[in-house]
């Protein structure tokens, strides 16, 4: 078992050791390319240099700077290249000597949120990087078969021609492709190189993102939960300032507050909202984390620019929170098709309707667009109450058991509940008895009493139903009864009943109703009057 164990041991490190022996190779492969390319590129430069020096043409020394100059960056990036694959790894570093300049304002917010967008970048520099070497396999991959093909096309011109300076030229350019063919392939060689490398090193986008978020909270945690509780803080102490004020000064909570008052409210909280987001800053800023820093000026910047957009409304709503907007404390206004007070105006109004006891809770910004006034001493708020009798157009009759801002619940004598919507409600034009109210009614007597029907019949009629409203317990209830000549009719003499009771009587008002036609015809009985029916006459042409 022990030799059997050996054995595995001894051929995995074999095979370890010849897949490490391969990738050298390759590695070494890869290195003597892009030193072959740089030797290339060095003579190159030395003989645009010989004929940059010899060359007495102004535009000819010009282009062939500029030509060196473009050889001295490739020369640049192949050393790069060389010596990155020959360590395995990125050491390239940013160029820290630069010069100073005057900043712009949009410099100063760069160089102001320059952390945030650093870390933002090294957190997809892998993937940036496999990019851009992706982008130069596909450019070489386009390239290289194009030059091979001018390499080729050369070679057919050299078989073809014997012209010797034909030649000779024709030798120059050949040899110069051929150049580009090996600087193209060792340059694709060294992109497919570095990308293997990516790929054996990279890890799973969700390992990244995790091992990103370790990162950043080991890192910044601490900062992150500093911040947070001197956010906390100050919330807490500046609420626990406010209820303190408010429980030794209680003028800050009546009614009808003084404009200096509702100011100081206003700028306090305004200096609160500043400084929980001011404070968790200066905790960053102390603990130099600048990317927090920096993550903190970009949410300022952007409640700033938010606020830019809405600035009108907010001057709207900081005079209604000054009590010296369209709509003030204490006055009337119309919302929903409703009449309302403004009992207080907060961030959260509280309105009201003083009669039907319903109250709103409504943000500020609702009562922007809308005007209140003064509400005058007679002016109704609403038709009813809870507890009252109401007779509506559509002779429905009962009591008010229930009022909310969407229905309007009532309950007949029957104990029969019945609901309606509240602009329905107001449209059948509701009779509040509860408030007194007036039963009309009338009888008509024959013509044979015509004599007596001004004087004698209508005091007797009065008399007769005082008695009767006594006698059944309705006296304390009456308020006025008149009882007069109407009008004399087609067949009739007709005589008007009119009684005026208070509300407390509201609940028998059908009763009260029908009681008084009665005690009319009894009446009638009593005293012999007669009641005519309707004559129909039919005239002769």
């Not at 990279?202 to 091992?211: D, N, P, Q």
């Not at 409703?338 to 319903?358: A, C, D, H, Q």
């Not at 309007?408 to 609901?419: A, K, L, M, Q």
């Not at 107001?426 to 007596?452: C, V």
Request: charged letters at 25%; hydrophobic letters at 45%.
């Amino acid at each position: 078992m022990h030799i059997l164990k050996l054995t595995i041991t001894i051929f995995i490190t074999i095979i370890f050791l010849s897949l490490s022996s391969l990738a050298n190779e390759n590695t070494i492969y890869t290195l003597l390319e892009l030193q072959k390319s740089k030797i290339i590129l060095e003579d190159e430069i030395k003989i645009k240099t010989i004929q940059e020096y010899t060359s007495t043409l102004d535009d000819e020394k010009k282009r062939l700077k500029d030509e060196i100059r473009q050889l001295d960056k490739k020369v640049n990036e192949l050393r790069r290249k060389f010596e990155m694959i020959a360590i395995g790894i990125d050491i390239s570093l940013e160029d820290s000597s630069k010069t100073p300049s005057n900043n712009t304002v949009s410099e100063d917010f760069h160089l102001l949120i320059k952390p945030l967008i650093e870390s933002a970048k090294e957190l997809t520099k892998e993937i940036r990087k496999k990019a851009q070497l992706q982008e130069e396999i596909e450019y070489y991959d386009r390239v290289l078969p194009k030059a091979a093909q001018a390499y080729e096309n050369i070679e057919t011109l050299l078989n073809s021609t014997k012209n010797r300076t034909l030649t000779k030229e024709l030798l120059a350019l050949q040899e110069y492709w051929n150049r580009q063919i090996t600087l193209l392939s060792s340059n694709m060689n060294a992109s497919m190189h570095q990308v293997e490398m990516l790929d054996k090193n990279s890890i799973s986008f969700t390992e990244s993102l995790h091992e990103s978020s370790k990162s950043f909270f080991q890192e910044r945690g601490l900062f992150l939960l500093e911040g947070f509780l001197a956010f906390l803080a100050v919330i807490i102490v500046m609420h626990t300032i406010h209820i303190i004020a408010i429980k030794l000064f209680p003028i800050f909570t009546k009614a009808n507050r003084s404009f200096h008052l509702r100011l100081f409210d206003l700028l306090y909280r305004i200096f609160t909202a500043l400084l929980a987001i001011i404070v968790p800053m200066a905790v960053f800023y102390y603990e130099e984390d600048w990317v927090l820093f920096s993550f903190g000026l970009l949410i300022l910047f952007g409640i700033a620019w938010t606020f830019r957009r809405f600035i009108s409304k907010l001057w709207q709503q900081a005079r209604l929170l000054l009590n010296i907007g369209s709509v003030r404390e204490d006055e009337r206004i119309l919302y929903l098709d409703l009449p309302w007070r403004v009992k207080n105006i907060n961030i959260f109004t509280i309105i009201e309707n003083p009669v039907s006891g319903v109250s709103l809770r409504i943000p500020i910004e609702e009562l922007i667009g809308l005007a209140s006034r003064p509400s005058l001493e007679y002016e109704p708020w609403f038709p009813c109450k809870v507890g009252d009798w109401l007779l509506l157009s559509n002779d429905y009759y009962g009591k008010v058991v229930g009022i909310s801002l969407e229905f309007i619940e009532f309950v007949d004598v029957g104990g029969g509940h019945r609901s309606y919507i509240v602009s329905d409600f107001l449209a059948l034009s509701p009779q509040n008895l509860s408030t007194d109210f007036r039963i009309i009614d009338s009888i008509g007597i024959g013509y044979g009493h015509q004599k007596e029907s001004t004087t004698i019949i209508v005091k007797q009629l009065e008399s007769f139903i005082l008695q009767k409203i006594e006698k059944e317990g309705y006296r304390d209830g009456l308020k006025k009864l008149i009882v007069q000549f109407s009008h004399a009719g087609e067949s009739s003499l007709d005589i008007a009943i009119v009684a005026n009771f208070n509300g407390n009587m509201a609940p028998l008002y059908h009763r009260l109703r029908r009681s008084i036609g009665r005690w009319a015809v009894e009446a009638c009985s009593e005293y012999g009057w007669e009641i005519p029916f309707k004559q129909i006459t039919i005239h002769n042409s």
